[in-house]
T-cell receptor, first 113, second 115 residues
Framework: DGGITQSPKYLFRKEGQNVTLSCEQNLNHDAMYWYRQDPGQGLRLIYYSQIVNDFQKGDIAEGYSVSREKKESFPLTVTSAQKNPTAFYLC????????????FGPGTRLTVL | AQSVTQLGSHVSVSEGALVLLRCNYS??????LFWYVQYPNQGLQLLLK??????LVKGINGFEAEFKKSETSFHLTKPSAHMSDAAEYFC?????????????FGTGTRLTIIP
């Protein structure tokens, strides 16, 4: 089955710890995206990558880092510099180009204790 | 810059009634527009998309949306609501940026179905 997987589904961390969220796709998409979702705020773009070994900051990149070493993988690290990391994180992928239709993974809910 | 505005953060309709979720867009170029649905604790699923091929777009689960350039709107409708339609719905526009395209989402509308 083709799709996007995110792991883990639920993640707990203590304040001051870095944590990495996994996102893998087997759709052969060039572009991948990370969003943060908070109640009442919709989706906000953290980072995106249009091609392997290249990525751009989105609207709320502070306190986050990413890598894109492989086409199918786009892990997101939430660092201790992120002041309010508790949120629902969504990964998406799509073909490059102006249409930009995106396909989403099931999400990871991160809770900072 | 392209953007979308969803009117109404919460909408309630009775089972069997018409569903109407509103989305207005702002774009200086012909836009690509999307409606996504999200069930609790899940990712987003594409309902339908407008790519300028036809102004009335039919999607999954009986939903459709009409692109109206004169009103800069792309409202989502369904003739008869089902309990299973209860979810959050997001309108989105593709932001064209010469190889750095991305989607901009509205703040979402939570749809409640009253039995």
């Amino acid at each position: 089955d083709g799709g996007i997987t995110q792991s883990p589904k639920y993640l707990f961390r203590k304040e001051g710890q870095n944590v990495t969220l996994s996102c893998e796709q087997n759709l052969n998409h060039d572009a991948m995206y990370w969003y943060r979702q908070d109640p009442g705020q919709g989706l906000r773009l953290i980072y995106y990558s249009q091609i392997v070994n290249d990525f751009q900051k989105g609207d709320i990149a502070e306190g986050y880092s990413v890598s894109r070493e492989k086409k199918e993988s786009f892990p997101l690290t939430v660092t201790s510099a992120q002041k309010n990391p508790t949120a629902f994180y969504l990964c998406a992928s799509g073909r490059s180009g102006p249409l930009n239709e995106q396909f989403f993974g099931p999400g990871t809910r991160l809770t900072v204790l | 810059a392209q953007s979308v505005t969803q009117l109404g953060s919460h909408v309630s309709v009775s089972e069997g009634a018409l569903v109407l979720l509103r989305c207005n867009y702002s774009s200086s170029v012909p836009p690509y527009l999307f409606w996504y649905v999200q069930y609790p604790n899940q990712g987003l699923q594409l309902l339908l998309k407008y790519t300028s091929a036809a102004t009335l777009v039919k999607g999954i689960n009986g939903f459709e949306a009409e692109f109206k350039k004169s009103e800069t709107s792309f409202h989502l409708t369904k003739p008869s609501a089902h309990m299973s339609d209860a979810a959050e719905y997001f309108c989105a526009v593709s932001v064209i940026n010469f190889g750095n395209e991305k989607l901009t989402f509205g703040t979402g509308t939570r749809l409640t179905i009253i039995p």
